[in-house]
């Protein structure tokens, strides 16, 4: 091999820069953060909490379809109750504060949602 040594520098420099993410955030100690949103007061949601955790966007835009294609506008839970398919008329009922809850993740995610390119984005004064 007549370039080995050229070869073996340069496998280690790549290497170190691919794993830099990975020793940089364990040697640091700040990947045990994890977002703290509001909850309601009201009570529990239309799902359990962890359901809503991994699956709420999915079920948005299963809504959305449902609604606006097919001009379903109720939907029946695990637990049987029904619910108005409506962001702002039901999630956003109990959970009126945006910045508090929904970008709260959002924004440690880096995540931005299109649901407010369409919707309206509820009042916040007063709310504080």
């Not at 420099?13 to 990947?31: C, E, K, M, N, Q």
């Not at 962001?87 to 959002?106: S, V, Y």
Request: proline residues 5%.
């Amino acid at each position: 091999m007549y370039d080995g040594g050229k070869i073996i520098t340069g496998l280690i420099i790549f290497l170190a820069l691919v794993t830099f993410p990975l020793w940089y955030t364990a040697a640091s100690g700040d990947a045990s953060y994890t977002p703290d949103p509001e909850t309601p007061a009201q009570g529990n949601c239309i799902e359990s909490k962890e359901y809503m955790n991994a699956w709420h966007m999915d079920m948005l835009d299963d809504w959305r379809d449902a609604v606006v294609r097919d001009a379903n506008r109720v939907y029946v839970a695990t637990d049987g109750k029904e619910h108005e398919m409506s962001l702002t008329m039901t999630c956003m009922n109990c959970h009126d504060d945006k910045e508090k809850f929904c970008d709260r993740c959002h924004t440690y995610l880096g995540v931005t949602p299109y649901c407010w390119d369409c919707h309206v984005v509820p009042n916040q004064q007063g709310r504080r």
